[in-house]
């Protein structure tokens, strides 16, 4: 069984900086991608970054340049620096896990984040 415990949610001021971690723990395979997804109410569950085990990364056009994606493969862990935050970034994060073997995939239970003055 794999289990993601995500923290570092809360509330920020526009132009704010936060830090979500993710770890990852259970039957973890090496070939896999760690990602993190958030959804804002009334909106459907949005990519924001994915990282893959060998260190490709992709971002969603709204927060390239403002949010990195990193991960520790050996520990399982993978993080989300999120600079200069927006009033619209205010979303529940949910941390994303997937086993290319088994193509299992799993998921966080989410944080908060809400960006407002």
């Known amino acids: 069984q794999v289990q993601l415990v995500e923290s570092g949610g809360g509330l920020v001021q526009p132009g704010g900086s936060l830090r979500l971690s993710c770890a990852a723990s259970?039957?973890?395979?090496?070939?896999?991608?760690m990602a993190w997804y958030r959804q804002a109410p009334g909106k459907e569950r949005e990519l924001v970054a994915s990282?893959?085990?060998?260190?490709?990364?992709n971002y969603a056009d709204s927060v390239k340049g403002r949010f990195t994606i990193s991960r520790d493969n050996v520990k399982n862990t993978v993080n989300l620096q999120m600079n200069s935050l927006k009033s619209e970034d205010t979303a529940v994060y949910y941390c994303?896990?997937?086993?290319?073997?088994?193509?299992?995939?799993?998921w966080g239970q989410g944080t908060q984040v809400t960006v407002s003055s």
């Open positions: 994303y896990l997937f086993l290319v073997k088994g193509a299992n995939y799993y």
């Open positions: 259970g039957s973890i395979f090496s070939i896999n991608i």
């Open positions: 990282m893959t085990s060998g260190g490709t990364t």
